[in-house]
C-alpha cells in the first residue's frame, strides 16, 4: 500500500485559496464544515478541487498529524 503523497500534503500547508468566504487562508485551515459544503455541492475541477477533496478526506479520517509536520515553523 502507498503513503501519501509527499507533494501534494506540502500543497496543502502552502497554497492558499483562491476565492470564496475563505480567499487566502491555507488550504488545510480551511474548516471542516467548508469541505463538507463542497463534498455536498460540488468540488471545483482541477487541481485545488482534487487537494480539496484529499483535506476532506484527511479531516474526516482524523489524519491531521500529517500536515503537522509540514507546516511553517514545525521543522
Known amino acids: 500500500?502507498?503513503?501519501?503523497?509527499?507533494?501534494?500534503l506540502k500543497d496543502l500547508v502552502e497554497m492558499?485559496?483562491?476565492f470564496?468566504?475563505?480567499q487566502g487562508k491555507q488550504l488545510c485551515d480551511l474548516p471542516e464544515t467548508y469541505?463538507?459544503?463542497?463534498k455536498q455541492k460540488g468540488f471545483p475541477?482541477?487541481?485545488l478541487g482534487m487537494?480539496?477533496?484529499t483535506l476532506y478526506e484527511i479531516k474526516l479520517?482524523?489524519?491531521e498529524h500529517l500536515l503537522s509536520?509540514?507546516?511553517k515553523g514545525s521543522y
Open 51 to 53: 487537494l480539496l477533496e
Open 20 to 22: 470564496g468566504k475563505y
Open 35 to 38: 469541505l463538507v459544503w463542497f
Open 1 to 8: 500500500m502507498n503513503g501519501p503523497n509527499p507533494q501534494l
Open 61 to 63: 479520517n482524523g489524519l
Open 69 to 71: 509536520p509540514l507546516r
Open 16 to 18: 492558499k485559496m483562491p
Open 45 to 47: 475541477q482541477g487541481k
